[in-house]
């Protein structure tokens, strides 16, 4: 299988005419589904035109479906496994039980119910915009016994997050969120999530990372180049850096870390890397 990073797929445009006829031809049983994809996503759009309204009727239509393959996970077995990906990764970056932590998109809690039982009672607190999904994520809650964790799972119209307190979150973390996302929106949440960070802790989002022409597909796949996000974070007045050690891993998504102040190995030069010291991030 060839690798969703290699450079050839980097630079890959996949709205093209030529990319979706070749892609045809050499998936054949791919073209009936997509092309029902296709129809049901032009009419929601013509349903809801603003993308919160348009993806909140995806995200039902697929719910229904299967709410493990709604949120990306055509198994079971891969729906544990990009869970606990997610839950690795934040716990080898100093996540601790006694930190806060905001999951962005927090789905039917398919990292998040890992989450909720590592960290302290109520520090997990998750929010979504599909009402659907949420319904499912208290599903797993129950299937996986954490209820005394007190998790907070909450609906969001927007990424404002402007009904959370400032100055609270040691991590924040958003996984397939911004590869679903138009720039207006990672923009919103990206002016305001340093609000809502303590001083040394971080956000972390992974995103379909492209380094050819910035494109959607259906408008629901949204590829970025990096330094298009990197930027927007900077504007924002974030520090942000590229998450090399998160391309090791089986996932085809890329991801940055933003923070308030500078953090190890960061592409800011406004202080030397050996001057750095880790993010402990103390719970607020």
């Known amino acids: 299988m060839k690798s969703p990073k290699s450079p050839k797929a980097l630079k890959r445009n996949r709205s093209t005419v030529t990319h979706k006829v070749g892609y045809a031809l050499t998936h054949p049983g791919r073209v009936a589904p997509y092309l029902r994809r296709a129809a049901r996503d032009t009419w929601l759009r013509l349903k809801h035109p603003d993308h919160v309204g348009y993806y909140r009727a995806v995200m039902a239509s697929d719910t229904r479906r299967n709410p493990e393959a709604a949120v990306g996970s055509q198994t079971h077995e891969r729906w544990l496994a990009l869970g606990q990906m997610q839950f690795d990764y934040l716990v080898e ?33 998750g929010i979504d915009i599909s009402p659907d999904i949420l319904i499912a ?25 402007d009904f959370l307190p400032g100055d609270h979150f040691d991590v924040v973390h958003a996984h397939s969120v911004f590869s679903h996302s138009p720039r207006e929106v990672i923009e919103e949440c990206l002016a305001h999530v340093g609000r809502v ?16 022409t910035e494109h959607q597909v259906l408008g629901e796949d949204f590829y970025y180049r990096t330094e298009t996000l990197l930027s927007l974070a900077r504007k924002h007045g974030l520090h942000a850096r590229f998450m090399d050690d998160w391309e090791q ?23 030397p890397a050996r001057h750095r010291q880790p993010v402990t991030g103390p719970a607020a």
């Open 93 to 125: 970056h100093g996540l601790r039980p006694e930190h806060r932590m905001l999951d962005i998109g927090c789905g039917n809690l398919r990292g998040g119910w890992r989450f909720i039982d590592y960290l302290d009672t109520g520090h997990y607190y």
């Open 137 to 161: 994520a208290k599903k797993t809650l129950v299937e996986r016994g954490i209820q005394d964790k007190l998790p907070h799972l909450t609906l969001t119209g927007d990424l404002t997050l």
């Open 197 to 212: 960070l303590t001083d040394t802790g971080f956000f972390d989002f992974t995103f379909d990372r492209t380094e050819g």
């Open 249 to 271: 891993r089986p996932h085809g998504q890329s991801k940055i870390r933003v923070s308030r102040s500078p953090l190890p190995g960061s592409d800011d030069h406004d202080e």
